[in-house]
């Protein structure tokens, strides 16, 4: 018997971008099974919360083909890898300096768990500008999104911009 090829796409998603599923699609044909970690970065102000996020994430992957998890965890990547049975942590690059963090990270958690690999994958050219914190200052101040964000994901942005308040005059 063959073994299943797990692997993990850690990230806060918030909002879930283009960039991600690029990542996501692409990601999903070198493993037999995807789990997208939504995890809550405390360094980070989300917008959305985790419940949000994770019924976001699960709506826009619904339709591809790879056996697709989304879970959501708070504690160690790699050991939130390990309770998956991942081999795999896939990571997307966007820029040399994504690369100076990931490069760090994976240096990190091979420290921790050597027998958990990390797989880069480049953001499509067309998409590498894209980030969720990008995505959402350019909405809170009211300019488009739209070329960034499934056309689902910009409106519940717009929409939670309208809640929260726009920005600047």
């Known amino acids: 018997m063959a073994m299943t090829r797990t692997g993990v796409y850690p990230g806060t998603f918030d909002p879930v971008t283009l960039g991600h599923m690029d ?4 990601g999903a044909k070198l493993v037999d099974r995807l789990v997208i970690g939504v995890t809550t970065n405390p360094s980070k102000s989300p917008m959305f919360t985790l419940d ?3 019924a976001m994430v699960r709506r826009e992957c619904a339709g591809i083909e790879t056996d697709i998890e989304v879970v959501a965890f708070d504690s160690l990547l790699m050991d ?17 300096a994504d690369f100076e963090y990931e490069y760090q990270m994976a240096g990190m958690n091979q420290q921790i768990n050597a027998n958990v690999e990390t797989v880069f994958l480049m953001a499509d050219v067309s998409l590498q500008p894209i980030a ?8 809170l101040f009211g300019g488009p999104i739209q070329r960034f964000v499934s056309p689902t994901v910009c409106a519940e942005v717009v929409e939670r911009v309208e809640k929260i308040g726009r920005k600047g005059s």
């Open 132 to 139: 969720s914190r990008l995505v959402k200052e350019i909405a």
């Open 52 to 54: 949000e996020r994770l």
């Open 23 to 26: 990542i996501i699609r692409r």
């Open 80 to 96: 939130f890898a390990d309770r998956q049975g991942a081999q795999i942590i896939i990571r997307g690059l966007r820029a040399v």
